[in-house]
């Protein structure tokens, strides 16, 4: 399609149908993020010239984290879905061998496709990503050219709703669409994404941001064999039974925090290592706590809470989705506040070690629990540490906690969300 062409197709309307499935409005509201294509094209065009025609628009959601918090890098069970803020992108093939991409407010990730191995000045930079990325549809015989591709995000850095694995699965999905035709399937390119960040990006991540990301809606997923996750969709309507999700920034940056994160599944193998497996779903529950001393020994009293709670979360996520397909939500809001509860308590992934002064999850779910005085549930949303809070609350008290909750956090730090029922994908007539 002509590039113009392509810009009147978007504000006349042609997209209508496929935004709403995306952004959850009505066809005849979607002129806004039609716009924000339009823009996404304009900043391609801007960035490496005119385009004639071949402009191709892309789409990944974050992801909210419902059920098993930090399970999922244990080979656990989990309950995520995509929501309605993404990040996209507008791309062309470029006939070089370079992949280029130009993300709004960030410099250019230029990745040469003749070098396919992990590069040390890339760990933990966004370029480590679209290599590894690359190399892994490689290795899935995918023949690689480039193509250049302007991207912009409503999935705010740092928001708790994963950011990088939307980036992962966007620029996944424009791999799989532009150069191996579409051979990936949403699992796959999820997979691709978590090694991707495994191998180049520098970070020991589980699967369920990029899972959920890729594959869209509520879904439930299984890792007991990651290379084969099992997932099944959870169809429910948090709006149908007077409910609103809402993710609360509270301030806090984990940009500092990865030691944090990495303590968590590197004390888990501690825990692990007293059985001698690798993951604590290879372990008997039983067990553990029949040779507990030992575990403590091994592992230390953090370790040990924490492995508790990844079993005891695990065990709800059953209980959550039984709860969801059963339509019992009051029982569904008590397993998210016994879940919250557990982060706090066993996980420990509330309040960094050692801090002190600042401790923003910490205060805004108590804040939260003010606000809702005994209704909706509130927990840690991610992975913790600092980042957001997820909440559930009645549709008549959501102004009043809105209000409430960005007097204290600030305009625009509550995100009112809705559950996108498609994952990554490519926009098309």
């Not at 995306?22 to 996404?40: D, G, M, Q, S, W």
């Not at 791309?91 to 040390?120: C, F, T």
């Not at 990503?129 to 991207?151: D, K, P, S, W």
Request: charged residues 20%.
């Amino acid at each position: 399609m002509k590039t113009e062409q392509l810009r009147q197709q978007l504000l006349g309307g042609a997209y209508g149908e496929q935004l709403s499935r995306l952004y959850c409005r009505p066809a005849n509201e979607t002129l806004p993020y039609a716009e924000r294509f339009v823009k996404a094209v304009d900043g391609l065009e801007a960035t490496f010239g005119p385009v004639e025609e071949g402009i191709r628009l892309f789409s990944a959601p974050g992801r909210t984290e419902i059920g098993g918090n930090h399970t999922d890098h244990q080979h656990g069970r989990v309950l995520a879905a995509s929501v309605n803020l993404d990040v996209i992108a507008a791309a062309v093939p470029n006939g070089e061998n370079i992949i280029r991409v130009q993300s709004e407010g960030y410099p250019m990730d230029v990745v040469d496709l003749s070098q396919l191995e992990p590069q040390p000045d890339e760990v933990n930079k966004s370029a480590s990503l679209v290599r590894g990325i690359a190399a892994r549809f490689a290795q899935m015989g995918c023949e690689l050219h480039g193509f250049n591709a302007y991207t912009t995000s409503f999935v705010p850095k740092g928001s708790g709703l994963s950011s990088s694995a939307a980036f992962e699965v966007l620029v996944g999905v424009m791999v799989n669409s532009l150069l191996f035709n579409g051979k990936a399937d949403p699992v796959q390119i999820a997979q691709i994404g978590q090694w991707a960040e495994n191998n180049f990006f520098g970070k020991p991540c589980g699967l369920m941001d990029q899972m959920a990301s890729s594959v869209g809606n509520i879904i439930t997923i299984d890792f007991n064999d990651p290379s084969a996750p099992i997932v099944e969709r959870v169809d429910f309507d948090f709006g149908g039974v007077g409910h609103a999700l809402c993710i609360l920034d509270s301030g806090a940056d984990h940009a500092d925090l990865t030691d944090e994160y990495a303590a968590v599944p590197g004390e888990l193998a501690k825990v692990c290592g007293v059985f001698g497996k690798k993951v604590l779903r290879e372990v008997d529950e039983a067990e553990f706590w029949a040779r507990l001393p030992e575990v403590r020994a091994a592992a230390g009293d953090r370790g040990t809470l924490r492995a508790a709670h990844v079993y005891a979360d695990n065990a709800r996520v059953e209980k959550q989705v039984a709860a969801l397909r059963g339509g019992d939500f009051a029982s569904f809001l008590e397993l998210v506040t016994d879940s919250g509860r557990s982060s706090w308590e066993c996980l420990q992934n509330v309040i960094p070690a050692g801090y002190t002064t600042h401790q923003d999850v910490a205060v805004t779910i108590r804040l939260c629990q003010h606000l809702l005085d005994g209704a909706g549930a509130v927990r840690v949303h991610g992975g913790g540490f600092a980042g957001t809070v997820q909440a559930f609350v009645p549709l008549d008290k959501l102004d009043a906690f809105r209000a409430g909750a960005e007097a204290v956090l600030g305009e625009g730090k509550c995100h009112v969300l809705a559950i996108r029922p498609v994952g990554g994908t490519e926009l098309t007539l």
